[in-house]
């Protein structure tokens, strides 16, 4: 605590940014915990007549279509989610690559009608169906697409314009020179608004802002990957100019993550990093999600500890110097070696593995309603977790072999390998069993008392430490930490349905997940979960 002290009277002596006071992010987290108590004493409704609208519609913009029929890359899903292309390669997407990604990642692929309306299901997960997160362009000239600022609108399956121009230089400067930024033709930015998902979450939707983003960006990357376009998330940005730049109303809807796609060696992030004149509020009318909105200052609190205020806060967050040290590598993940019996994970060679193309894959995908209580196999799940966890191309991540996230799973019924509790340990590819026995009520109970939990083959929790983490990115860590979980949740649900197994996120028992895991998990929080298994009625 001392060394934290002396450190950011280190890093600035005018003003503390409040990113590094990192009581709001545990405070947060704190608050926003599930128990038995606390969801039994909630006294929360769903308000069906005040149902936030799914969708953001900017009434006097008329969106310009995209291309619906769009080509097949053909690569295998289990290679997509595996790999990332190098950051270095010159690619560019044109207006149909474009349309894939926004497609396969947030494009609607199938609808449903019930009796209060339809829902519109989109290519990836999401709580609630409530669809918060929202997509922007920001580009230069690409093919069949003239530079500009857009907005992504899925229900026309177009893209409206907010801004003829080029701006990419507001996204480098914002940045701090991050040079993924800077070298890329298109960055997509990822907002989020509060009132769609807290309409049922509440408070906890800042969690949920990060699994929903993630799984989302888990479809991204591999699209990506399959088009050949280099792709790097980025966490790290100035809140206010970002927002700025696509006149969000910021205590309603607020940017979480940007993508940037493709490389331009050309570009020099020199010429690129001028400031811009001041950029114009927009003030394009946008029609209100509800009749009225449920503030839950919470979340807002949350965001504005994490916000960064300057490029100077940027390159210090990103540089690893606004705490004064680098160390611990929060990244690498399982640096404690095994200290029980392990069992060596037993993936497929390439060419052993199901070649399912990810197009394919993304709309087969939907969320598992319920499993049958058949066994997968050691290959299935050694598949999964090697695939889903070689890396991530992010900012807040020093390799592709670090993690913020640590996998611990409960095994029901996998064969070949005994019912129990494991740490998974990514690389040294073992699993290690902390403890033996039949968890499925257990495992019923941690997801919230929920049925698909305990009947899922496995179930994979997402822990981290946090106190490492806050220290390296203050409160900012907190987005980088459920982003990352909703990354690798979502690259497992692809590896699921790759292999014609099922999957589907849940949430949880935070405390209780701890207890269950402890001795091992002791001074961890709880972040995610997904169950996988057998699907009972089965998508093909
Ligand atoms: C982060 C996350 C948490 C979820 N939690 C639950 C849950 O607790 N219970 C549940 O039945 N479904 C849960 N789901 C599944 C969603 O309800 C589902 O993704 C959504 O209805 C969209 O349907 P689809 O995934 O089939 O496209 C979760 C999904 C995600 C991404």
């Known amino acids: 605590?001392?060394?934290?002290?002396?450190?950011?009277?280190?890093?600035?002596?005018?003003?503390?940014?409040?990113n590094v006071n990192t009581e709001g992010a545990w405070n947060y987290h704190e608050a926003t915990k599930h128990s038995y108590t606390s969801v039994r004493t909630n006294p929360h409704f769903l308000d069906f007549d005040n149902q936030p609208l799914?969708?953001?519609?900017?009434?006097a913009l008329e969106p310009s279509r995209m291309p619906t029929e769009l080509g097949q890359t053909g690569v295998a899903a289990l290679s997509a989610i595996a790999g990332s292309v190098p950051a270095q390669a010159n690619a560019a997407p044109d207006l149909e690559a474009v349309a894939q990604l926004l497609y396969l990642s947030a494009g609607i692929t199938r609808q449903r009608k019930y009796s209060g309306g339809e829902i519109y299901f989109r290519a990836?997960?999401?709580?609630?169906?409530?669809?918060?997160?929202?997509?922007?362009?920001v580009c230069g000239d690409l093919a069949n697409l003239p530079a500009g600022v857009y907005h992504f609108a899925p229900a026309e399956f177009g893209l409206r314009r907010l801004r003829a121009g080029d701006y990419r230089s507001v996204l480098v400067e914002a940045t701090a020179g991050q040079p993924a930024i800077a070298h890329s033709p298109l960055t997509i930015i990822c907002t989020c608004t509060y009132w769609r998902n807290a309409w049922k979450y509440q408070a906890r939707t800042y969690r949920h802002f990060g699994w929903d983003?993630?799984?989302?960006?888990?479809?991204?990357?591999?699209?990506?990957?399959?088009?050949?376009?280099?792709?790097?998330?980025?966490?790290?940005?100035?809140?206010?100019?970002?927002?700025?730049?696509?006149?969000?109303?910021?205590?309603?809807?607020?940017?979480?993550?940007?993508?940037?796609?493709?490389?331009?060696?050309?570009?020099?992030?020199?010429a690129a990093y001028r400031a811009l004149a001041n950029i114009s509020p927009l003030g394009f009318e946008t029609v209100p999600p509800s009749r009225n909105e449920i503030d839950y200052p919470l979340m807002r609190e949350m965001h504005a500890a994490s916000?960064?205020?300057?490029?100077?806060?940027?390159?210090?967050?990103?540089?690893?110097?606004?705490?004064?040290?680098?160390?611990?590598?929060?990244?690498v993940a399982d640096s404690t070696p095994p200290a029980g019996p392990v069992v060596r994970l037993q993936p497929l060679s390439d060419s052993e593995m199901p070649r399912d193309p990810i197009e394919q894959v993304i709309l087969r995908r939907g969320s598992s309603r319920q499993f049958a209580r058949t066994p997968i196999s050691l290959a299935q799940l050694s598949n999964m977790l090697d695939r889903a966890t070689r890396g991530v191309p992010a900012d807040f991540l020093d390799s592709l072999r670090s993690q913020l996230?640590?996998?611990?799973?409960?095994?029901?019924?996998?064969?070949?390998l005994d019912s129990g509790a494991y740490v998974f340990h990514r690389d040294r590819g073992v699993l290690e069993c902390l403890k033996r026995g039949n968890f499925r009520d257990e495992a019923g109970y941690l997801g919230l008392e929920q049925q698909l939990p305990a009947d899922a083959a496995v179930d994979i929790f997402f822990l981290a430490d946090l106190r490492p983490i806050l220290q390296r990115f203050g409160n900012r860590g907190y987005r980088s930490v459920q982003l990352e979980a909703g990354i690798l949740g979502g690259k497992l649900y692809l590896a699921a349905y790759a292999q014609r197994l099922g999957a589907t996120g849940l949430t949880f028992y935070d405390d209780d997940v701890i207890r269950f895991f402890s001795p091992h998990a002791e001074g961890k929080s709880a972040i995610f979960l997904v169950a996988v298994g057998h699907s009972v009625k089965r998508k093909t």
């Open 405 to 416: 996230n640590h996998l611990y799973l409960i095994v029901h019924a996998v064969e070949g």
């Open 124 to 137: 990836a997960a999401c709580t609630g169906a409530l669809y918060e997160v929202e997509l922007y362009l």
């Open 54 to 59: 799914p969708f953001k519609i900017y009434p």
């Open 213 to 270: 983003n993630g799984t989302l960006l888990a479809n991204l990357l591999a699209v990506a990957t399959a088009l050949g376009l280099p792709a790097k998330i980025v966490c790290g940005f100035a809140d206010a100019t970002v927002n700025g730049l696509l006149d969000v109303d910021s205590q309603r809807e607020v940017a979480f993550s940007l993508v940037a796609l493709g490389h331009d060696s050309g570009l020099s992030a020199q």
């Open 1 to 18: 605590m001392l060394g934290l002290c002396a450190t950011i009277v280190k890093f600035s002596t005018a003003i503390m940014p409040n």
């Open 307 to 331: 916000a960064l205020d300057s490029a100077e806060e940027v390159a210090a967050w990103r540089g690893g110097t606004a705490l004064g040290h680098t160390e611990p590598r929060t990244g």
